[in-house]
């Protein structure tokens, strides 16, 4: 039997996503790159920036899910947050020191945060429950094309420009402005549910019907954000490998055209398979990814780990989602999108300040096998407690 078609909000909010992708990734692509080569921080400086930016982002999904839920409305605080992802863009080219890539990241990822868990949970109030792997697994897909096009882009603005940083990031400010736009006009939030009795979810009687099922979710996504620091560490690898400055980005579109086309089908997989049994797979891949990065010697190693990475993340990343959406009660889900990802933060921030120490005192290929280990543990922890968040095959 033919499943029903997904609502077009879902596509749109796909498509929101694809264009402020575009717009963060012509930046992030080359951000390590203009830090340690044009603004001279060190490596260890660049992974400790990044740990910030991406667990801001992570920390303040907490406080606009619970908002998101008190007020049973979503829409607006995600508009507000890809409104400052777009406003902030303009600043990395005005940049002149560390301070103000600093500053710039921190907005710019507080956007991402108040963004990400009402948008999540709006998600979940589009569908019904055996459409949420397909319908979390076609927003990371057209999220994910936009993660490659945006590299992608950067690297062609950069042969163009003689690799002048500041003018792609100029650039990189219209797609974000699109994703604004599009947004407003496009999409339109459902009437919200009765509120339950709990009330507010900020009271405590509304957090403790937050299960053991949802916290087993929580716990392991925070183990298995250790496993996977910031992407930019992909990209200071490649240059280690010897890859021209102008063709670094090609790493990112080549890990993001792998995640873009697995996301939706195993997402859509997801809808009919036990989550435990596929996210251990994820694990798996990530474990060969990481051993790949860590003994690669040339291009040919370089990308098939890259790869692999990509396709891990396709794998897990809207799956992870779902397993939220399906432990969590209706009323409460922005909170709970919002908490599971305040957990995963504090872990992102250890994980890449982790890996930038590694790969400063040890050498890049501890990075790598240090990020394995921790996937080794994740899947141990799985096997253990498979019934988290685990359904029926």
Do not use: C
Not at 224 to 240: C, D, G, I, K, M
Not at 250 to 279: C, E, Q, R, W
Not at 370 to 383: P, Y
Request: charged share 15%; net charge positive; no cysteine.
């Amino acid at each position: 039997m033919t499943s029903p078609a997904l609502p077009r909000a879902i596509w749109v909010l796909g498509l929101v996503s694809m264009f402020m992708d575009i717009s963060s990734e012509m930046v992030h692509s080359l951000l390590p790159l203009f830090l340690v080569s044009v603004l001279g921080v060190s490596v260890a400086v660049v992974g400790l920036i990044e740990g910030i930016a991406e667990s801001t982002a992570l920390i303040v999904k907490v406080f606009s899910g619970v908002l998101s839920d008190h007020f049973r409305r979503r829409k607006g605080l995600a508009v507000l947050g890809y409104a400052l992802g777009a406003l902030t863009k303009p600043a990395f080219a005005l940049a002149q020191g560390a301070g103000t890539v600093v500053a710039a990241r921190f907005v710019d990822r507080i956007g991402k945060g108040i963004r990400g868990a009402p948008r999540d949970a709006l998600v979940a109030d589009l569908v019904p429950p055996v459409q949420r792997g397909a319908a979390y697994g076609l927003r990371q897909s057209l999220d994910t094309v936009g993660a490659f096009a945006g590299p992608l882009l950067a690297t062609a603005l950069m042969l163009l420009w003689a690799s002048d940083f500041r003018a792609v990031f100029w650039v990189a400010a219209i797609p974000g402005v699109l994703a604004v736009l599009l947004l407003v006009v496009g999409v339109r939030e459902p009437e919200p549910a009765p509120r339950a009795a709990s009330g507010s979810p900020i009271r405590r009687e509304a957090l403790r019907r937050l299960g053991t099922a949802y916290w087993g979710v929580v716990a392991l996504g925070a183990v298995f954000t250790l496993a996977r620091f910031s992407e930019a560490f992909l990209v200071l690898r490649a240059e280690q490998l010897g890859m021209a400055v102008s063709l670094v980005p090609l790493v990112m579109v080549a890990m993001n055209i792998v995640y873009a086309l697995s996301a939706y089908p195993f997402g859509k997989l997801s809808d009919s398979m036990n989550h435990a049994t596929l996210l251990a797979w994820g694990l798996v891949v990530l474990v060969a990814a990481d051993a790949v990065l860590a003994w690669a010697g040339g291009w040919p190693a370089l990308l098939l780990g890259v790869a692999l990475w990509g396709l891990h993340m396709g794998m897990t990343q809207g799956l992870l989602a779902a397993m939220v959406a399906d432990t969590a009660p209706d009323d409460l889900r922005g909170t709970a999108f919002g908490l599971f990802n305040l957990v995963s933060g504090v872990a992102m921030l250890l994980a890449s300040v982790i890996a930038g120490v590694l790969w400063e005192r040890l050498g890049s290929q501890a990075t790598f096998v240090a990020g394995g280990a921790f996937a080794v543990l994740t899947l141990l922890g799985l096997v253990v407690r498979r019934r988290w968040g685990a359904r029926p095959a």
